[in-house]
C-alpha cells in the first residue's frame, strides 16, 4: 500500500477555522483601541477648551474693577471693566449649541461643543459678591452617533476680584 503524502480535507478545515478565529480576536481588539483612541482625543479636546474658557472667565474676573450683578437665577454674571466697560458672561445658544459668551461677542467656547449644567453662585449673596463660583459640563457628542464614543467633563472653579 502506498502513502500519499499532503493534507486532509479535515486539517485543512481545521487550519481555516483557527485562522478565522483568530482574525475575529484581532479585530474586535483593533475595533475597540479605535474607539478608545477617538473618545481619548475628544477628552484631551474638551480639557483644553475648558480649561482656555475657565481661564478667560477668571481672567476677566479677577482683573474687573468690581462685579455690577451677579445673577445666580439667571446665571449671569456682570463685571465693571478697568476702563468703565461692561461685560456680561452667560450662556447663549448658538445655531442649537450652548456656548459660553460675553455681550461683545465673543464665545469663549468652540461651537463643536455643548455647555450643560451652567451654574454661577455669588458668595456670600448675590448683591455684593466676593467670591464668584462657575461650574459646568462640556460635552462634545460623536459624528457616528456612537454613543460609546460621546465625551463630557465637568469644570469648576471660584474666583474673586483682585482690584477691591
Not at 474676573?61 to 439667571?74: E, H, L, M, P, T
Not at 461683545?104 to 455643548?114: A, E
Amino acid at each position: 500500500m502506498e502513502m500519499k503524502k499532503g493534507t486532509s480535507i479535515i486539517e485543512l478545515v481545521v487550519v481555516i477555522g483557527l485562522i478565522s478565529l483568530l482574525s475575529l480576536a484581532m479585530s474586535a481588539i483593533m475595533l475597540t483601541t479605535i474607539v478608545s483612541s477617538n473618545r481619548v482625543r475628544r477628552l484631551t479636546q474638551i480639557k483644553q477648551a475648558g480649561d482656555i474658557a475657565l481661564n478667560q472667565v477668571q481672567t476677566l474676573i479677577r482683573n474687573s474693577r468690581q462685579i455690577g450683578a451677579c445673577s445666580s437665577d439667571n446665571n449671569i454674571l456682570t463685571t465693571i471693566n478697568p476702563d468703565g466697560g461692561v461685560t456680561d458672561i452667560m450662556l447663549e445658544d448658538d445655531l442649537g449649541v450652548n456656548r459660553l459668551a460675553s455681550n461683545s461677542g465673543i464665545y469663549v467656547t468652540p461651537s463643536n461643543l455643548t455647555i450643560s449644567n451652567f451654574d454661577i453662585t455669588c458668595e456670600p449673596n448675590d448683591t455684593e459678591p466676593v467670591l464668584i463660583k462657575i461650574s459646568f459640563d462640556m460635552t462634545q457628542t460623536s459624528s457616528s452617533g456612537n454613543t460609546r464614543e460621546d465625551a463630557s467633563i465637568h469644570f469648576e472653579t471660584t474666583t474673586g476680584i483682585r482690584n477691591e
